[in-house]
Nanobody, 116 residues
Framework: QVQLVESGGGLVQPGGSLRLSCAAS????????MAWYRQAPGKQRELVAS???????NYSDSVKGRFTISRDNAKNPVYLQMNSLKPEDTAVYYC??????????WGQGTQVTVSS
């Protein structure tokens, strides 16, 4: 099993920046990929960015060029650097871990609000 704990959310003005962190514990060496998803009120949860164990990254078109997913040399935690934030980035952001097997895990989510 893997436990995921997000941090770093908050209120920021349009054009500002935030960095989210996701700390994994448990069977972290069995993680194949990690990702950030977000869910805005009344909308479906959507993929924001992902990173594999081989450090291959992928971004949704809506955040490409503004957000960066990364992790340190120990592969943990995983970060999401969010720059040039827009009101439409407002959502609950969730950390996600895909294991090398069929299991996957979600964090509890952290609120990001972009508003003046």
């Amino acid at each position: 099993q893997v436990q995921l704990v997000e941090s770093g959310g908050g209120l920021v003005q349009p054009g500002g920046s935030l960095r989210l962190s996701c700390a994994a514990s448990g069977s972290i060496f069995s993680i194949y990929a990690m990702a950030w998803y977000r869910q805005a009120p009344g909308k479906q949860r959507e993929l924001v960015a992902s990173i594999t164990s081989g450090d291959i990254t992928n971004y949704s078109d809506s955040v490409k060029g503004r957000f960066t997913i990364s992790r340190d040399n120990a592969k943990n935690p995983v970060y999401l650097q969010m720059n040039s934030l827009k009101p439409e980035d407002t959502a609950v952001y969730y950390c996600y871990a895909q294991m090398r097997g069929p299991e996957s895990y979600w964090g509890q989510g952290t609120q990001v609000t972009v508003s003046s």
